[in-house]
């Protein structure tokens, strides 16, 4: 059976991709393959379930409605926390025209950004209860 080893994200700046993503996931650069490699990629740490993240140059800009995204979970931190970590990161809010309007009570609920290159992805969790 096949598994994912890593996902490949096409960014403009990749060293600032890599600033972004590693303070958003807690991820560190692996080595260089060999010198003058130009690929940047970001593990977990030693122990740490997780899929690495490349970072590879590319000219074409960032999709609306990407036909692939990441998704993220906040964690124990509640979403809306997490969210405004990740816009003081550098993210933006999206104007995501299909969040549901009838979401089904077993789905976390979730948020649209995307990273400074303009990649969008989810972050999805908990939110605290209202008082």
């Not at 060293?15 to 807690?26: D, K, M, N, P």
């Not at 991820?27 to 030693?46: A, F, Q, T």
């Not at 692939?68 to 933006?92: F, Q, S, T």
């Amino acid at each position: 059976m096949s598994i994912i080893a890593q996902l490949s994200l096409g960014v403009s700046d990749p060293q600032r991709a890599a600033a972004f993503w590693s303070a958003v996931l807690g991820y560190h650069r692996r080595p260089l393959r060999y010198p003058g490699d130009d690929w940047i990629v970001l593990e977990p740490p030693p122990g740490v379930p997780g899929t690495a993240i490349a970072m590879d140059v590319s000219e074409s800009p960032a999709e609306e409605f990407p036909r692939i995204h990441l998704d993220i979970d906040a964690g124990d931190r509640d979403l809306d926390e997490e969210v405004a970590r990740l816009v003081a990161l550098g993210a933006r809010p999206v104007d995501w025209r299909h969040y549901p309007t009838d979401p089904h009570p077993a789905e976390p609920p979730y948020v649209v950004l995307a990273d400074p290159e303009g990649n969008r992805f989810c972050v999805q969790g908990t939110r605290a209860p209202a008082t």
